[in-house]
């Protein structure tokens, strides 16, 4: 998700340049990310808690690759814009689903050392979306980055998918209404 979330800070110049992007769409396309991002924490949070971490991060990072599709085969802004709300949308939940992840799986005692393994990885993120990012556009483009950003949401959406264990948070399924 830092990935995602900084990686215009880098090719933001190569959508300048293409789209003839100002100052206040740059900042459209940001608002959509986080927009999406900060307004679906409730509605995912309820869902995790009814379908568990492991299904609902993996199905919301498909959206994320969706986004980075729509994003590098967008024609304007506001198929730019679409595609940073849906990748908004998609990686919304990966935080919090390692945090649910680790109260489910783990001990107390490790939450500190889990949470800074964690932090440690997503701070990774944000460094590979700065001069890896930079290099990477030397040999490809802004919309084949994109697409390569899509294929590793997918694989980790896979790898969430197939070699996370599942383990539902209580077997006492609340009603909707009530969770709401």
Same mark, same amino acid.
Request: contains cysteine; glycine residues 8%.
């Given at each position: ?11 933001? *110049? ?5 789209? +003839?992007?100002? *100052? +206040?769409? $740059? ?10 991002? +900060? #307004?679906?924490?409730? *509605? %995912? #949070? ?7 971490? @492991?299904?609902?991060? !993996?199905?919301? $990072? ?14 304007? $802004? ?11 949308? +998609?990686?919304?939940?990966?935080? =919090?689903?390692?945090?649910?992840? /680790? ?7 490790? =939450? ?14 944000? $460094? !590979? ?13 802004? @919309?084949?980055? /994109?697409?390569? %950003? !899509? ?7 896979? !790898?969430?998918?197939? /070699? ?17």
């Amino acid at each position: 998700s830092f990935l995602f979330r900084n990686v215009n800070s880098v090719v933001f *110049p190569e959508l300048t340049s293409e789209f +003839g992007l100002t *100052p +206040g769409a $740059l900042g459209l396309l940001t608002s959509a990310y986080f927009l999406t991002y +900060g #307004g679906s924490q409730l *509605p %995912l #949070g309820i869902l995790m808690d009814r379908y568990g971490p @492991r299904r609902v991060n !993996a199905t919301m $990072l498909l959206v994320a690759a969706a986004g980075a599709v729509v994003f590098a085969f967008a024609t304007g $802004l506001s198929g730019l814009a679409f595609g940073r709300a849906l990748i908004g949308l +998609g990686v919304a939940v990966c935080l =919090m689903a390692s945090m649910t992840a /680790f109260v489910l799986w783990f001990p107390l005692e490790r =939450m500190s050392t889990l949470v800074g393994w964690m932090l440690m990885v997503g701070a990774s993120g944000a $460094l !590979a979306a700065t001069k890896p990012v930079e290099l990477a556009l030397r040999v490809i483009d802004w @919309r084949t980055l /994109f697409i390569v %950003l !899509a294929a590793y949401a997918v694989c980790a959406s896979l !790898a969430i998918f197939l /070699f996370v264990p599942e383990k539902a948070a209580s077997s006492q399924r609340i009603a909707l209404r009530s969770q709401i």
